[in-house]
């Protein structure tokens, strides 16, 4: 079992930057895919970033491709995700989240641990 803690969250003007950053307990945290999800109010949640086990394939939403590169660091047990030119639709509570299974996971079914979240507010 892993459990995932995010931060860096908060409130930035459009075009702003922010990195998020994912936590993960325990020893086998290369063993995982990771993802970010994104849940605005009113919306489902929605795939934005994952990362393979080796951290050597990723893979976006349109909606953030160019803009957000999401990384992982094994050694420190903790994954990225930066976001540059951030716009006021990328407004939402991101969450982290660790897959058991290979490759690359995009649908939020296929992910078995979930952090708590963290709120990104984008003013225009």
């Known amino acids: 079992q892993v459990q995932l803690t995010e931060s860096g969250g908060g409130l930035v003007q459009a075009w702003d930057s922010l990195r998020l950053s994912c936590a993960a307990s325990g020893r086998t945290f290369g063993s995982y895919v990771m993802g970010w999800f994104r849940q605005a109010p009113g919306k489902e949640r929605e795939f934005v970033a994952t990362?393979?086990?080796?951290?050597?394939?990723?893979y976006y939403a349109d909606s953030v491709k160019g803009r957000f590169t999401i990384s992982r660091d094994n050694a420190k047990n903790t994954v990225y995700l930066q976001m540059n030119s951030l716009k006021p639709e990328d407004t939402a509570v991101y969450y982290c989240a660790a897959s058991q299974t290979y490759g690359i996971v995009t649908s939020r079914n296929r992910y078995d641990y979930w952090g708590q979240g963290t709120q990104v507010t984008v003013s225009s």
């Open positions: 990362i393979n086990r080796n951290g050597g394939v990723t």
